[in-house]
């Protein structure tokens, strides 16, 4: 059913331009989860989905990554992706626990928000464990911010009047989403959108490190007889990198990479609607606005700092 909510929501995508079968499979699920009865024979499906079939996704991810491609951006495009993640990482780490909200919670906003949206969100989830409705508002925040940040980052730009490239870095430095950054810099122009996805996916290279410091911290802190705990470098991550290092090595025909980015997209999507499904508003409305207030304070953060990251490198380029 998630595979076939995945290909449903690829098929709205191939006929609406700009828009993503990712977000698009996320509001299938969540529109389903919440207008009708979910059978509770699906719910074995829907969990493998939201696991097995993210996972696989998330390694077939890695072939759109070259390092070759990432390090041409430059050090100080570099030193503007590593400084939007780290400072909105451990500011948003340190805003949860100062609004109280829960620290599984708080850790996977931080993921979210700072690194690649609802991938990283899930990707965190598989090292920490938390509960299916903390998944499910960590992704819906994801998607409300990113989505308004689709049109609110070129109008800004334009306003500050921002040259292409210098717009293209800093709405992949701050947009939470692949698909989100495609669609907002798409709205700039060619130039901008190279730039856009390039850093955007030199924060994605991210995920593997942090995840897996995720696990290691869990390892140390957790106490002994607490349940099972995540390896230090869980296997997905594992094949996460190796595939970027495939990618990189230059090996792979230009088809099969189209194959596996095909292949990636339905995958994320089938996971995706199973996220989706796990997305019940009352229980979001339960969780308060302590997350909502977390949500918009790490995209303020993160706007702000690859904002000034960008001024500072544009100035010295």
Do not use: D, Y
């Amino acid at each position: 059913m998630c595979v076939a909510g995945g290909l449903g929501a690829w098929a709205i995508a191939a006929v609406s331009p700009g828009t993503s079968p990712l977000l698009i499979a996320i509001v299938l699920g969540a529109l389903w989860r919440n207008l009708l009865p979910v059978p509770g024979r699906l719910s074995p499906g829907v969990t493998a989905s939201s696991r097995s079939l993210l996972r696989a996704g998330i390694v077939l991810l890695g072939l759109q990554l070259s390092l070759s491609s990432i390090l041409q951006l430059g050090p100080g495009a570099l030193l503007v992706v590593v400084l939007s993640v780290g400072i909105t990482f451990a500011t948003t780490l340190w805003l949860g626990k100062a609004l109280n909200v829960g620290s599984a919670q708080t850790l996977l906003i931080a993921s979210g928000f700072s690194i690649c949206g609802a991938a990283a969100v899930a990707g965190t989830a598989n090292a920490t464990k938390p509960k299916e409705e903390e998944v499910a508002t960590a992704v819906a925040l994801v998607v409300l911010f990113g989505t308004l940040m689709i049109p609110f980052l070129p109008f800004v730009g334009g306003l500050l009047g921002l040259p292409q490239k210098a717009l293209g870095m800093w709405i992949g430095a701050s947009t939470h989403e692949v698909a989100q950054v495609v669609a907002a810099a798409g709205t700039v122009g060619g130039p901008a959108l190279a730039v856009a996805v390039t850093v955007k996916l030199a924060r994605v290279l991210t995920l593997a490190p942090i995840v897996a410091g995720i696990s290691l911290h869990r390892r140390r802190t957790e106490p002994k007889g607490a349940g099972k705990m995540p390896p230090i470098v869980p296997l997905f991550i594992i094949g996460f990198a190796a595939a970027v290092l495939l990618r990189t090595s230059g090996i792979l025909p230009a088809g099969v990479l189209g194959a596996a980015q095909t292949l990636q997209t339905m995958l994320l999507s089938a996971a995706m609607f199973a996220l989706g499904l796990g997305v019940h508003i009352k229980t979001i409305l339960r969780s308060g606005k302590r997350p909502l207030m977390l949500g918009l304070l790490s995209t303020a953060i993160i706007a702000t700092v690859s904002l000034a990251g960008t001024a500072l490198f544009a100035a010295s380029a």
